[in-house]
């Protein structure tokens, strides 16, 4: 494993035995989130249970991802930017399931180099049911991809939210990502956004100043297409 990822795990990745740390992530993005339901994070996390998405389960949950991730998000999708996403990198989606096999969570990300440089980690969508945020699903979502990323040898991961996304920022935050950049008006509907990254290998932060330099004049005057957009 390279040392940037070993870091990566030993700073922001709590063990099992330091889970009751007053500072774990798992508590910070609790705390973010505002709880929607009087379920306690034990009895919801009890009955929840994890997977990684494959083709096989496209019948069953596309429809289910596209509803949860419509409602969410800034933009419209259409079936495609999901397949987009979900044909070449199946692997780094992952979903939440509640007792009943009904989606309550999902991330979908992508990997691939940015632009002949680094090999660039890409969180495009994540959406958790109403009801059951503020229990650590959201966060528990992002590092299952963050994981798989990095055992597929990512330099970075990036992601972007809009401004006034506050509780996603401070998740994100917690998680060690790292303001790049603002993007103003990058939306659709015409909300400015953060860029996050998040720097696995110590060679990648040096390149990330020279590629996101070279192209921030671009970036602010064609945003990339809805596929590659969070909010």
């Known amino acids: 494993m390279p040392p940037r990822a070993q870091h990566y795990i030993q700073t922001f990745i709590p063990t099992e035995e330091d889970s009751s740390a007053p500072g774990r992530m798992d508590e910070v993005a609790r705390q973010a989130d505002k709880r929607t339901d009087q379920k306690t994070p034990e009895t ?4 929840l249970r994890y997977i990684q998405y494959d083709s096989d389960k496209e019948t069953t949950y596309l429809p289910a991802i596209r509803r949860m991730i419509s409602k969410d998000l800034s933009e419209p999708y259409s079936i495609y930017v999901y397949r987009y996403f979900l044909y070449q990198w199946g692997d780094l989606c992952f979903m939440a399931l ?4 009904t989606l309550i969570g999902v991330v979908v990300s992508k990997l691939e180099h940015h ?11 994540l959406a958790v049911k109403e009801e059951y945020r503020g229990q ?3 966060t528990k ?10 055992q597929r040898n990512a330099d970075e991961i990036a992601l972007e939210t809009e401004v006034t996304n506050t509780a996603a920022m401070k998740l994100y935050e917690r ?19 953060f860029r996050f990254l998040l720097y ?9 100043l020279g590629y996101d330099d070279q192209y921030e004049h ?6 990339p297409p809805a596929s590659t957009r969070v909010s």
């Open 200 to 208: 696995i290998k110590e060679e990648a932060v040096t390149a990330a």
């Open 175 to 193: 998680l060690g990502f790292l303001r790049s950049k603002r993007l103003h008006r990058y939306y659709l509907n015409g909300n400015t956004a």
């Open 136 to 138: 650590g699903i959201a």
């Open 141 to 150: 979502l992002v590092r299952m991809a963050i994981d798989a990323m990095i």
């Open 218 to 223: 671009s970036d602010q005057q064609s945003p």
């Open 98 to 101: 509640d007792g009943n096999n």
């Open 115 to 125: 632009r002949g440089g680094p090999l660039r980690g890409y969180i495009a969508m």
């Open 44 to 47: 919801v996390n009890s009955k």
